[in-house]
């Protein structure tokens, strides 16, 4: 049996070529993490804006309900195209709702939900629409968006995946634009 036999002329470097090595590996799974951290972040903004947008809409379901007469007759009707950022809605002096009319109590309503929409969301701003043709028992629905500009996606390429999905669930008017908008819709029996 021949022994091989090794000088220590030869092995000269090799511990130095494991220590880069790992060097290597140990680096990127930190900027690894770094990418994970940063994505937990986006999609923990884009979260707690997806649970203000939906209690804006059962804010604003709420006060339809409460004045169903004047959701009926389409007097919370908001379709006006998306603007960024949207306009400030001009406020309703309707001091003691117990004597407002109706349509005085809608455009208060509505006035006050576009501006907390404008206040809550990065250019949030809302569409709503009575259908007229969802007439059943219950007395018809309403169909709500809730959109804003999501500041994580405003990147090039953020998000394309989820942008042409997200375009189906926004109102007509509101699809095509750059950045496109994110969106909400609910549908509120009355």
Not at 111 to 132: I, M
Request: proline fraction near 6%.
């Amino acid at each position: 049996m021949r022994m091989i036999r090794s000088s220590v002329h030869q092995q000269r470097g090799a511990s130095l070529i494991e220590v880069l090595v790992s060097i290597l590996v140990v680096s990127l799974g930190v900027v690894a993490m770094g990418g994970l951290l940063a994505s937990a972040t986006r999609l923990g903004k884009a979260s707690e804006m997806r649970a203000v947008a939906s209690l804006m809409a059962s804010d604003i379901a709420d006060r339809m309900k409460a004045n169903v007469g004047a959701a009926r007759s389409s007097l919370y009707d908001h379709t006006d195209a998306f603007v960024s950022p949207p306009a400030t809605p001009t406020p309703v002096n309707c001091a003691l709702p117990l004597n407002c009319q109706p349509k005085e109590l809608a455009d208060q309503d509505m006035a006050q939900w576009r501006l907390s929409l404008l206040n809550a969301l990065p250019s949030g701003t809302g569409y709503v629409r009575y259908d007229a043709g969802a007439l059943d028992a219950a007395g018809g629905a309403v169909d709500v968006w809730v959109a804003w500009l999501d500041p994580t996606a405003l990147s090039v390429g953020a998000f394309q995946d989820i942008d042409s999905l997200n375009a189906k669930t926004c109102p007509p008017g509101f699809r095509d634009l750059n950045p496109q908008p994110r969106c909400m819709y609910f549908r509120v029996a009355l």
